[in-house]
């Protein structure tokens, strides 16, 4: 059973940068993918990006051109950077492994990690 560990909170100024990771062992090895969410407390969850098993990553328009995925293979992490934060990107962070059998049918969730974006 996959085991997702999230790290990355933090308060930064508008236009400053951030970046969240979350690791799990056998990730890779599983060719597991991971979605990014966020959500605001009392509202809706919203789709942020996702990688998926073949390597392709795709992102929601909102953070285009400022936030970049990748992943480290080596230590089954993907790390999120976000730049030119603003304040509208206050959220909760949050990663889930999914797009794997071991995932199973609701996937496999990180803790969640608050970004706060103010002067």
């Known amino acids: 059973q996959l085991q997702l560990v999230e790290s990355g909170v933090g308060l930064v100024y508008p236009g400053g940068s951030l970046r969240l990771s979350c690791s799990a062992p056998?990730?890779?090895?599983?060719?597991?993918?991971m979605d990014w969410s966020r959500q605001a407390a009392g509202k809706q969850r919203a789709w942020v990006t996702s990688i998926f098993p073949d390597g392709t990553i795709n992102y929601a328009d909102s953070v285009w051109e400022r936030f970049v995925l990748s992943q480290d293979k080596a230590n089954d992490t993907v790390y999120l950077q976000m730049n030119s934060l603003q304040p509208e990107d206050t959220f909760m962070y949050t990663c889930k492994i999914d797009y794997c059998p071991i995932a199973g049918p609701r996937g496999v969730w990180g803790q969640g990690a608050q970004v706060t974006v103010s002067s």
């Open positions: 056998g990730f890779t090895s599983n060719r597991c993918g």
